[in-house]
């Protein structure tokens, strides 16, 4: 997936402490299992596909994961980090037709899903979970859509981050 230079980048990110082992929020992050978790009602209303599971097929840098979704589409993940208990970073790479927001296509759109971050630190008696995503906004839907595009990826991430947090307690 490329971006022309009518995209503009950016990146948000989001954290959460956990009670647990690094070796099983770690697991939870490359083989996430969260289907079992009920989305927020306001995903669904506008449209944002529910997230069910990420399998790991490759381990290390160069490797793959493929996450599924409940639209029946999938993201092809390639591996550019991986630190065990530490980083864990990929490209998403959606299929072509992925749709959220009722009619935005991530694979080659306006709005683009780029890359995805995972950081794992000790706070403490805690880890702390953050989560980095990159995307891409075109330029001439900027200034209408930055702030929702914003505010709706924050609340996604915060949504795996808890089910990752439930997971791993």
């Not at 990146?11 to 079992?36: A, C, H, L, Y």
């Not at 097929?57 to 639209?71: C, M, V």
């Not at 092809?76 to 299929?95: A, C, D, G, H, V």
């Not at 209408?144 to 990826?153: A, G, M, N, Q, Y």
Request: net charge positive.
């Amino acid at each position: 997936m490329t971006t022309s230079n009518r995209h503009i980048i950016k990146t948000i990110s989001s954290s959460i402490d956990i009670n647990g082992r690094p070796e099983k929020t770690w697991r939870n992050i490359t083989n996430v299992q969260i289907e079992q978790f009920s989305e927020p009602t306001a995903f669904k209303l506008i449209g944002i596909p529910r997230p069910l599971k990420a399998d790991l097929l490759k381990e290390g840098k160069g490797g793959q994961r493929i996450a599924y979704f409940d639209t029946g589409k999938k993201f092809i993940q390639k591996i550019t980090t991986w630190e065990p208990l530490k980083e864990y970073s990929f490209n998403f790479n959606p299929e072509k037709g992925f749709v959220v927001g009722h009619f935005f296509d991530i694979s080659d759109g306006v709005f683009r899903i780029l890359n995805g971050s995972y950081y794992l630190s000790k706070k403490g008696e805690k880890i702390q979970l953050k989560l980095s995503t990159t995307y891409s906004l075109d330029r001439r839907v900027y200034l209408l859509f930055s702030i929702p595009v914003k505010l709706i990826l924050t609340a996604f991430q915060k949504y795996l981050l808890t089910s990752i947090k439930k997971n791993s307690e």
